[in-house]
């Protein structure tokens, strides 16, 4: 009844540049926006919206679900092999829990702006471990930092034990320093390839020495008997540099708000970076002194940002598809696990990046068998169906799978989704007819008579059809 | 998609889909086939081709150590694993090729590092995002231009298998991928397809519907002309080898096949479960070479088997062995130019930490498969020029 009454109050909109502008936005700086939020915001100043989106990312929440550090049974405890085995499973199970525990957030967090920004900095600063408590850790970090101050964010990133793990940084020590960490600081989170010199990663690996981590306690501790104190050149200049002194050192490079405006223009732009905005981008976070918030800020407020060139042309990425799903629909998990195995069959979960140098992003997505999942997954999710693709078992689940002595993951095929149809109707105008409704849900733009196959008779079947195009598959 | 309730439309085939699907036979004869088996997890290759004529092995290995009559001999010091029994008969038909210490300079003990490295062939401090056979078609040979050139027996795509611009395709079953392209939906798109070919992304999803719908045509058409009567084992890895020799005796124009077996990440109670994935992998590897050894068609097809990494020398507390470094490689094929064991026995003695050190670097064997059987220049894929090997 209720139901019905809102039912008949949603007000059909209007296009207009204002309607395009808002859609663009948070197609970007969200994952999509609801019928009713796009009527709302286009009628707002965009100042105003800008206002809300960034007020909106103060009040957040962390991520909880691992509550302890599963530690491997020691070598003095004597471990049996039926230990080891409860030992695995265990920690594959936090992981999983972990992971399923961000996509869900993602999927429904108010703070929408800080968890798609916490998805940006988890693919640039890209970690695996096999331990989901220091996967949460990590992941906080992102969250807590991603509209923060960039000097923080790295130098909160390389204490962290999963940072200090993945990239050695435990086994850099004074007698014999490990440059991984080193060479990947550079490399990959700050400058890129060809702004310093081999000499430059030998030195700064030194002032790293003794950054690591207790297992007990899961929490950095700066080891000084580890700790190279003697003097080091970096970047042609000579002194006692420790790790931080380095942090700055290269902060203090024009070229590292240069590539880290790239990255961001990359990710919430175009996969070609125009030049001229990035250095304009890279200059304003230099001046404004790494501060992340009015960088992004200044992108969704340029004129660029909303050209045709940049609308509806990126390709969206696994998690950015499924999530989007999620918020359209209000999709509930009944059996929460297909959420890792969805990602696994489309190509991307989260907390299992193929490298250290992240997701390569774009085309790269898509493939044949990728493609077709992504068809299909609209009708997978929303219509009942079944999963055909098992996707593969994490490299990293090889243990797992050989002390379970199953060759490959039980596939959950029946999926036990439950969207939210009866409020995904409220949310629209009566009557709506396939073009308004493929103009909420579809980014770019769709030629009259392309959709003329459509069933307009019902919205529920002409979103789903909508959602299983190639044209849902960009933002 | 059982309860899809997608509306139908019309099913007409957009005429320039036509060419492709015209090409069959004609280009059979003389068609190289390569096979290539990943065993995933880190398969402990001391145990699988066992140095049983070396104290040491012994000495290390006191708890996993497999005992000298249960070797299947090759020779004086290595032998199979009992296990492997079926690959017997395999290798005094001079069908297989044992390459030891096969490794790179800098080995990465994890998992998905190492496998990343093996599927990009890159060095181990260089990140690439395409595979080593997805630069073979890159490459743009004249057998590589269609993307069933190289197919995946599985649901999903390695990277292995994506270049920059054109990627392999997975198949698991030819039948179920022909269903699922031919579903209204996806006709529909490709109807509309032609007006969106531009060089943008749009454009490329509609390339890759389009292919990925002829393809499965292809495929399917194709495939289903050959009836194999061979029997394989009931395993799903026999399954994908079963699949495969299906396409190849069939005379699809595909290049590359790629499939594999998971699960040797053995770090407890390897024997047990060692024994049955090398049991597993000797019966269909066998299974298949007979099965295309009676078609014809084993002198074209050659397969390589590798794994991410060995293990270390030393077994660890829990009756089973952690991360390692080199390891072997095995060929397979009815035109081995050096069948049986290809190099001397990996050294026990002088290790790298408790690692075998490598002596072949896994790139040479990717070169050796590049130049010798798929005819394109290594050093296109490989970005640097290998001299290669002489297996074949």
Same mark, same amino acid.
């Given at each position: 009844m209720v139901a019905c009454l809102l039912e008949l109050k949603m007000k059909k909109m209007k296009r207009s540049d204002r309607t395009d502008a808002i859609k663009h936005l948070y197609s970007r700086a969200s994952f999509g926006i609801n019928y009713p939020d796009l009527l709302r915001l286009s009628k707002v100043n965009r100042d105003k919206v800008l206002d809300k989106m960034f007020e909106d990312t103060e009040a957040f929440t962390l991520l909880?679900?691992?509550?302890? @550090? $599963?530690?491997?049974?020691?070598?003095k405890d004597n471990p049996t092999e039926e230990d080891i085995k409860i030992y695995t499973k265990k920690r594959t199970e936090q992981e999983e829990a972990v992971n399923i525990a961000w996509v869900s957030h993602l999927s429904g967090d108010k703070a929408h702006l800080r968890e798609k920004l916490t998805l940006f900095w988890h693919g640039h600063f890209a970690c695996r471990t096999n331990n989901g408590y220091y996967n949460q850790q990590l992941n906080n970090v992102h969250r807590e930092h991603a509209l923060g101050n960039f000097r923080t964010m790295v130098i909160e990133v390389s204490k962290t034990p999963a940072m200090l793990s993945f990239l050695n940084n435990q086994q850099n020590k004074k007698v014999k320093p490990n440059e991984n960490f080193a060479r990947e600081l550079m490399e990959l989170f700050m400058l890129g390839r060809g702004h310093y010199t081999e000499a430059d990663i030998r030195e700064s690996a030194r002032a790293f020495t003794g950054w690591q981590f207790r297992a007990d306690t899961s929490e950095f501790f700066f080891n000084e008997r580890q700790h190279d104190k003697g003097s080091k050149v970096f970047f042609g200049k000579t002194g006692n540099f420790r790790g931080e002194d380095i942090i700055d050192m290269i902060l203090g490079k024009r070229q590292c708000a240069h590539f880290i405006a790239e990255r961001l223009y990359r990710f919430f732009v175009n996969d070609v970076p125009d030049p001229i905005h990035v250095k304009d981008l890279g200059d304003y976070f230099y001046d404004e002194n790494y501060e992340i918030k009015p960088l992004i800020r200044r992108i969704f407020s340029s004129k660029w940002f909303y050209q045709a060139n940049n609308v509806g042309n990126k390709i969206k990425s696994p998690i950015e598809l499924l999530v989007g799903l999620n918020r359209s629909f209000y999709i509930r998990y009944g059996r929460p696990g297909v959420l890792l195995q969805l990602q696994r069959s489309l190509g991307q979960a989260v907390f299992?990046?193929? @490298?250290?140098? !992240?997701w390569p992003g774009g085309t790269s997505w898509i493939d044949s068998s990728s493609l077709l999942v992504r068809l299909k997954l609209p009708s997978t999710l929303l219509n009942g169906g079944i999963i055909e693709s098992e996707g593969k078992p994490d490299p990293e689940d090889e243990a797992y799978l050989a002390t379970a002595r199953k060759s490959q993951t039980n596939v959950e095929r029946r999926v036990q989704t439950y969207p939210e149809w009866a409020r995904f109707r409220k949310d629209l105008p009566s009557g709506i007819n396939r073009e308004q409704l493929a103009y909420v849900l579809l980014t770019p733009n769709v030629k009259p !008579? /392309?959709? %003329? @196959? $459509? %069933?307009? /008779?019902d919205p529920v079947q002409m979103a789903i059809q909508l959602v299983s195009t190639p044209e849902y598959q960009l933002c | 998609m059982r309860s899809s309730a997608l509306a139908s439309g019309a099913f007409l085939v957009p005429s320039f889909l036509k060419p492709l699907e015209a090409l069959a036979f004609d280009q059979l004869t003389g068609h190289k086939n390569l096979v290539i088996i990943q065993l995933s997890g880190g398969n402990d290759g001391l145990n699988t081709?066992?140095?049983?004529?070396?104290d040491t092995y012994y000495q290390k290995r006191p708890g996993i150590a497999l005992p000298p009559s249960d070797i299947i001999r090759l020779n004086d010091l290595q032998g199979l694993n009992p296990n492997m029994v079926a690959l017997k008969e395999i290798y005094d038909q001079g069908w297989m090729s044992v390459i030891n210490s096969v490794g790179y300079p800098n080995p990465d003990r994890s998992h998905f590092r190492s496998m990343d490295i093996w599927q990009t062939a890159s060095n181990a401090d260089e990140y690439l995002s395409t595979g080593w056979v997805g630069r073979y078609l890159d490459s743009n040979c004249q057998e590589c231009k269609d993307p069933y050139a190289a197919i995946e027996v599985d649901d999903s795509l390695s990277l292995?298998?994506?270049?920059?611009w054109k990627k392999g395709i997975a198949v698991k079953d030819p039948a179920s991928l022909f269903k699922n392209t031919r579903e209204p939906f996806f006709k529909e798109v490709i109807q509309a397809g032609d007006e969106h070919l531009h060089e943008d992304n749009l454009g490329y999803l509609y390339k890759t519907m389009i292919e990925t719908y002829s393809s499965a045509a292809y495929i399917q058409n194709t495939s289903k002309t050959y009836r194999s009567t061979a029997e394989y084992p009931q395993t799903k890895f026999a399954n994908q080898l079963k699949t495969a020799a299906k396409f190849i005796n069939s005379g699809l124009s595909t290049r590359v096949y790629y499939v594999s077996l998971s699960g040797f990440d053995t770090h407890t109670g390897q024997i047990g479960q060692q024994g049955r994935l090398l049991n597993t992998f000797s019966e269909g590897v066998a299974s298949f070479l007979k099965d295309l050894k009676a078609a014809g068609s084993l002198d074209d097809t050659l397969v390589m088997a590798f794994s991410e990494f060995g293990r270390r020398v030393e077994q660890n507390a829990s009756n089973g062995t952690d991360h390692g470094t080199a390891n072997n490689v095995f060929v397979f094929g009815g035109k081995l130019k050096k069948a049986g064991i290809y190099n001397e026995a990996p050294d026990l003695v002088n290790l790298d930490n408790g690692d075998l050190k490598y002596k072949v670097d896994f790139r040479e064997v990717y070169a050796t498969l590049l130049d010798k059987?798929?005819?394109?220049?290594?050093q296109q894929v490989l970005n640097k020029k290998y001299s290669g090997l002489s297996f074949i």
């Open positions: 909880t679900v691992a509550k302890e @550090n $599963i530690l491997r049974p020691g070598r299992y990046p193929p @490298n250290v140098a !992240g !008579g /392309s959709m %003329d @196959n $459509i %069933d307009q /008779s | 081709v066992v140095p049983f004529g070396m292995a298998l994506k270049g920059s059987w798929l005819n394109v220049n290594n």
